[in-house]
């Protein structure tokens, strides 16, 4: 539902979809299951931002599997231990690499996953984002990938 209305995952969101847009739909979906709803919000989703599975599932994981780690200067470790809101992840796609357990769960359980590209972002700020969010050229250098979200919201 998150990434429906637009959430930092899939800033965009579908179209038109807020939350009464949204609350109408779940009612008249009259789903007999959660797992019914699932699939047909999934579904829906999928087929309105032309996106593929892999992307909605990892667009879906980003939300469940980052990691909310205690602030550095509240901890005695510089490096402390990433901990999980729903649990550690099992496997995870390039593009969630960074919220790995450990490195070596990095080296055997990530795997290629949906297509990134890199935006540059203002001054050494680069990020990455799905391609299927949509990639533009910079107006500015004309080299660098940049969230086509990004110019619908500026």
Do not use: W
Request: aromatic residues 8%; hydrophobic residues 35%.
């Amino acid at each position: 539902m998150m990434v429906m209305m637009g959430c930092d995952v899939y800033l965009a969101g579908t179209k038109g979809i807020r939350v009464t847009k949204l609350a109408d739909l779940i009612k008249a979906i009259n789903a007999t299951s959660e797992d019914a709803l699932y699939s047909t919000l999934f579904y829906k989703f999928k087929s309105d931002n032309r996106l593929t599975d892999e992307d909605v599932n990892t667009h879906i994981d980003a939300l469940i599997y980052q990691p909310a780690n205690p602030a550095k200067e509240c901890s005695d470790d510089n490096d402390p231990a990433k901990i999980y809101m729903f649990g550690p992840p099992t496997r995870l796609p390039n593009y969630m690499e960074q919220f790995a357990v450990d490195e070596e769960f990095r080296k055997s359980c990530v795997f290629p996953g949906p297509e990134i590209s890199i935006c540059k972002g203002v001054g050494s700020s680069t990020h990455q984002l799905l391609s299927s969010d949509g990639v533009a050229s910079c107006s500015r250098c004309n080299d660098t990938s940049v969230p086509s979200a990004t110019k619908r919201l500026v």
